[in-house]
Antibody, heavy 121, light 107 residues
Framework: ELQLVESGGGLVQPGGSLRLSCAAS????????MSWVRQAPGKGLEWVSV???????HYADSVKGRFTISRDNSRNTLSLEMNRLRPEDTALYYC???????????????WGQGTIVTVSS | DIQMTQSPSSLSASVGDRVTITCRAS??????LNWYQQKPGKAPNLLIY???SLRSGVPSRFSGSGSGTDFTLTISSLQPEDFGTYYC??????????FGLGTTVAI
């Protein structure tokens, strides 16, 4: 079964840091495109970051320079290092696998259950 | 960023009804449009990709259409388990994909 399980969320003060992890099973994060998507309480979905199979990374403007996506191929895990956190970063953070159609990423086909990040003093 | 506008924002329908949700992109996105269903407390679930391709395992009562800027998700005969919030998402401007604000379907 293809599965993603996130961990690492919690309560952090503004300006603080947090590291999220996402453990994959049934497939290899090193061969796929992997993303983080977040959902603020009662709000819609926002793409945050992606790491491609070749290692290149991309970020939403709202987190650029503060968040870092990475993967550990030996542990088959995806991570998101979040620094200088702001109250507006409060959200449920999902990791997701990109569906590749004709060598082009198209959609998110596998999602984890999410981990909650709360930024508040 | 490409803005995705969904309508209606919510609807209530009866079992067996035909339900249509629309999604409009702020600029041309070809057929790079996907649809997800999200139930309360759960992660989104991909239903339709590239505007009209039904994901394996998704019931055939779900269908998608459209191209360019205007898209539609149709549920041909609404079932009790189809409640939830439906999101469209564009994948034209890789990697900066954007979602609509969602349409909540109540039975």
């Amino acid at each position: 079964e293809l599965q993603l399980v996130e961990s690492g969320g919690g309560l952090v003060q503004p300006g603080g840091s947090l590291r999220l992890s996402c453990a994959a099973s049934g497939f290899s994060v090193s061969y796929d495109y992997m993303s983080w998507v977040r959902q603020a309480p009662g709000k819609g979905l926002e793409w945050v970051s992606v790491i491609y199979s070749g290692g290149s990374t991309h970020y939403a403007d709202s987190v650029k320079g503060r968040f870092t996506i990475s993967r550990d191929n030996s542990r088959n895990t995806l991570s998101l290092e979040m620094n200088r956190l702001r109250p507006e970063d409060t959200a449920l953070y999902y990791c997701a696998r990109d569906l590749i159609v004709g060598a082009t990423p198209q959609a998110f086909d596998i999602w984890g259950q999410g981990t909650i990040v709360t930024v508040s003093s | 960023d490409i803005q995705m506008t969904q309508s209606p924002s919510s609807l209530s329908a009866s079992v067996g009804d035909r339900v249509t949700i629309t999604c409009r992109a702020s600029q041309y996105i070809s057929n790079f449009l996907n649809w997800y269903q999200q139930k309360p407390g759960k992660a989104p679930n991909l239903l339709i990709y590239t505007a009209s391709s039904l994901r394996s395992g998704v019931p055939s009562r779900f269908s998608g259409s459209g191209s360019g800027t205007d898209f539609t998700l149709t549920i041909s005969s609404l079932q009790p388990e189809d409640f939830g919030t439906y999101y469209c998402q564009q994948s034209y401007t890789t990697p900066s994909w954007t979602f609509g604000l969602g349409t909540t379907v109540a039975i």
